[in-house]
């Protein structure tokens, strides 16, 4: 198994040397990438996987993001909107020529890759998935938005003190917040960075999220710019 690692990251190295690692946005989601197969890996061995399904978790988070690379490429955004959706050209690229073998030749696994590949940036995960479809999709969504969550929106630089009514709307129930293409200040990007927490999945996510303090030094942030009473509001 450990040889299957290996020669996966290989080939992974390989497909990105197409691209130009000297460029900020490539390099960028490539630490992301090892970074969310870390997370992947952990969350893994606490569902007690066994070494295929552990194999698998761990190539969705190698692949998950492989429709970026292109995307930088093509269009030099992560904006999808502006650009393509990243999680359905992954999906294509792993498709074309049956690329996907080059890391697993097992049906039912590629299947499961694809289909994780496929909605772990949508805002909900598409019906009709079996069961594994939808575990490794909630799995390699997990270890994503921990990810965003540790590295992204933790500094107000722009004096903003207030935070966008519908932001704290989606806070306030529970929901993931829809991109819509609106440019917000740095505190309302904090609070819908922190709605990722409404969409986990697995014990394990909130945990790694506790350990490395995320959550706090985040409301932390929040709370050395925005007035108490706004705090107050959507803490409540
Ligand atoms: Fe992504």
Redesign the pocket.
């Known amino acids: 198994m450990e040889n299957e690692y290996k020669k996966s990251i290989e080939e992974f190295n390989k497909y990105i040397k197409k691209f130009d690692m000297s460029n900020d946005k490539v390099s960028h ?1 490539y630490y992301h990438t090892f970074r969310v197969v870390d997370y992947a890996k952990d969350i893994a061995k606490s569902e007690n996987l066994n070494k295929q399904d552990t194999y698998i978790a761990f190539l969705c988070a190698l692949l ?2 492989i ?2 690379f292109k995307q930088v490429k093509e269009y030099d955004t992560f904006y999808d909107k502006k650009s393509f959706d ?2 359905d050209v ?1 999906y294509e690229i792993l498709l074309e020529n049956d690329y996907i073998s080059k890391y697993i030749q097992d049906q039912e696994s590629k299947q499961i890759i694809l289909k994780s590949v496929k909605n ?2 949508k805002y909900k995960i598409e019906d009709n998935l079996n069961e594994k479809e939808l575990f490794f999709s909630k799995l390699v969504r997990d270890s ?1 938005k921990i990810d965003i969550l540790d590295k992204q929106k933790n500094e107000i630089n722009d004096n903003s003190t207030t935070i966008d009514e519908d932001v704290i709307k989606a806070y306030k129930e529970h929901r993931l917040f829809k991109r819509d293409g609106t440019k917000r200040n740095d505190a309302t990007e904090i609070v819908k960075n922190l709605c990722f927490i409404y969409d986990l999945n697995f014990k394990r996510s909130f945990e790694i999220l506790k350990e490395k303090g995320i959550i706090d030094r985040k409301l932390n942030v929040l709370k050395q710019h925005i007035s108490k009473e706004t705090i107050d509001m959507f803490e409540r």
Do not use: P, S
Request: charge should be neutral; avoid cysteine; proline fraction near 0%.
């Open positions: 989601k998950h993001d429709g970026r990243h999680g992954g772990h940036n994503d």
